[in-house]
């Protein structure tokens, strides 16, 4: 059955405020890997944690270390350039089989 | 410069068409991955590779095949082309099976008709 489940499926954001994203996961999962894909279809890769926490600029993710059940992509001070889709990806500590959710389409406006 | 790269980058075929999408990477990884993804499915795994001669199967690999010729080089082959393999296409290289980080090509879009 489905592994990955992300949240929200959809965000519309205004410019300047923050936001966060989830995926949270059936089973325990070893590390994550989070992407932006742009109107084009490029896939680009935010970041990969096996766990912790890790930003860049006004990005930060994190990787529940205890669990490994959940991750969050938090997204600070939200720009026009942020819209796009955003997966996650998942290997199953169980399995070693990386899973992807289905994404959250996010558009940010003036 | 990209380290993995895709050809062609979009494709129409009709059903029945024959169809080989390529995939190269210089990043030196030993695995390779193609995925299709499709609206409310996220990206889906279709065959992968650990190396020159290798080939394992993915989750949907049905009406797939797949070669990697070299480390650089693996290709999917679409010998019936279905209109249900209208899909996008990406290829993914990385150091190791599924948990190191993964590095996407660009694309291949394929309409079947």
């Known amino acids: 059955g489905d592994q990955v489940e992300q949240s929200p499926s959809a965000l519309s954001l205004h410019e300047g405020t923050d936001s966060a994203l989830r995926c949270n996961f059936t089973t325990t999962m070893r590390s994550v890997q989070w992407f932006r894909q742009n109107s084009r279809g490029s896939l680009i890769s935010l970041f990969y944690l096996a766990s912790g926490t890790k930003e860049n600029g006004r990005l930060k993710s994190a990787f529940d270390s205890k669990e490994r059940r959940y991750s969050t992509l938090h997204i600070r001070d939200a720009q026009l350039e942020d819209s796009g889709t955003y997966f996650c990806a998942a290997e199953a500590s169980n399995t070693d089989k990386v899973v992807f959710g289905t994404g959250t389409r996010l558009q940010v406006s003036p | 410069e990209a380290a993995v790269t895709q050809s062609p980058r979009n494709k129409v075929t009709v059903t029945g068409g024959n169809v080989t999408l390529s995939c190269r990477q210089t990043n030196s990884h030993n695995y390779m991955y193609w995925y299709r993804q499709d609206t409310g499915h996220g990206l889906r795994l279709i065959h992968y590779?650990?190396?020159?001669?290798?080939?394992q199967i993915g989750d949907v690999p049905d009406g797939y095949k797949a070669t990697r010729t070299t480390q650089e080089d693996f290709f999917l082959l679409l010998e019936l082309a279905s209109p249900s393999q209208t899909s996008l296409y990406f290829c993914?290289?990385?150091?190791?099976?599924?948990?190191?980080?993964?590095?996407f090509g660009p694309g291949t879009r394929l309409t079947v008709l």
């Open positions: 590779s650990y190396g020159a001669g290798n080939l």
């Open positions: 993914a290289s990385s150091d190791h099976w599924g948990g190191y980080e993964q590095y």
